[in-house]
């Protein structure tokens, strides 16, 4: 007697998460890496000229330098989830591709710094939405963002961002040197104390320690803070506190010229600069602890 064979068992269905690689896998990484290497190459004059102002000292971008390395290392550090996020092309990360290389070149053929500088960074963004999608771009927006920090602010920003800021540093100045009662005669942006003149230049306006310490803080928010509403009021503090940071500087500086005037320039000066921004980026941390314990004792207040 004949038996009849069954019907075969069907072939178990694949996943279409495997039809594209997962970055940090194997094919996935490999696959980065290229993508990464084309975008250099395409962007390469582009590139160069912006790592050359990273070394202006016209620019005060000196920060730009560890810019990609902790961006990068922020991408690493979350390699687990992103191996876990699924590639879903999408056909706008082409269209934002292709806007960045047509931003490039109007950048270059206007000779517009900034406008080609970010160009870069919207054609990366059209990359990794073109091959891996959106959501992977959702979850690297911390590291892609931090990256604006290393391209240097358009110029008649700057330019009016450090006049604002000289001004400001000048009155702060003079106003906490009075009231330690020191003589003090402004003009402009430049104090006139006994037996010298204190001029604040560009590089004393707060500029360089407000580019560093916003850096700074962008890095302290992603290892040590938590909840966006803590993150964002430690990113809106950073200005003020580097501008009260600089403030200090000008006025430690008017200090010693009464005592040696020596020290207003030269090394010593420099020196002033970068205790500046350290005091800056103490500040900041301060300012996150205190925040923490206030709402901590608010919570058991109101808990």
């Not at 010693?256 to 420099?270: F, I, K, R």
Request: glycine share 8%; net charge positive; proline share 5%.
């Amino acid at each position: 007697m004949e038996t009849q064979a069954g019907p075969e068992p069907a072939e178990p269905l694949k996943s279409t998460d495997t039809l594209h690689p997962r970055p940090w896998h194997a094919g996935g990484l490999g696959t980065v890496l290229i993508l990464g290497a084309l975008l250099v190459v395409a962007f390469w004059p582009i590139l160069i000229s912006m790592y050359g102002s990273w070394f202006d000292e016209r620019a005060y971008m000196e920060h730009g330098v560890l810019v990609i390395p902790a961006a990068a290392y922020m991408a690493w550090a979350k390699k687990d989830k992103l191996a876990s996020i699924p590639s879903r092309p999408s056909v706008w990360g082409i269209v934002v591709l292709t806007w960045g290389a047509l931003q490039a070149v109007l950048g270059i053929a206007a000779q517009w710094v900034w406008v080609g500088r970010m160009a870069f960074l919207v054609s990366l963004v059209g990359c990794i939405a073109a091959w891996f999608g959106w959501r992977m771009v959702r979850e690297l927006i911390y590291p892609l963002c931090t990256l604006i920090l290393m391209v240097a602010p358009p110029t008649f920003i700057f330019e009016r961002l450090t006049l604002s800021l000289q001004l400001l540093a000048s009155r702060l100045g003079e106003s906490a040197l009075e009231a330690l009662g020191y003589s003090v005669l402004r003009q402009g942006n430049v104090l006139e104390m006994v037996g010298i003149k204190l001029s604040v230049e560009e590089a004393c306006s707060g500029i360089r320690s407000l580019l560093a310490i916003i850096f700074m803080c962008v890095l302290y928010n992603y290892f040590f803070v938590r909840g966006a509403g803590m993150k964002t009021l430690i990113l809106a503090m950073a200005t003020p506190i580097a501008i009260l940071g600089n403030a200090v500087r000008i006025i430690a500086t008017g200090i010693a010229s009464q005592y040696n005037p020596a020290l207003v320039s030269g090394a010593a000066h420099e020196a002033f600069g970068y205790v500046s921004v350290v005091a800056a980026a103490v500040g900041c941390v301060l300012f996150h602890l205190m925040a923490v314990s206030a709402v901590k004792g608010w919570h058991r207040r109101h808990g």
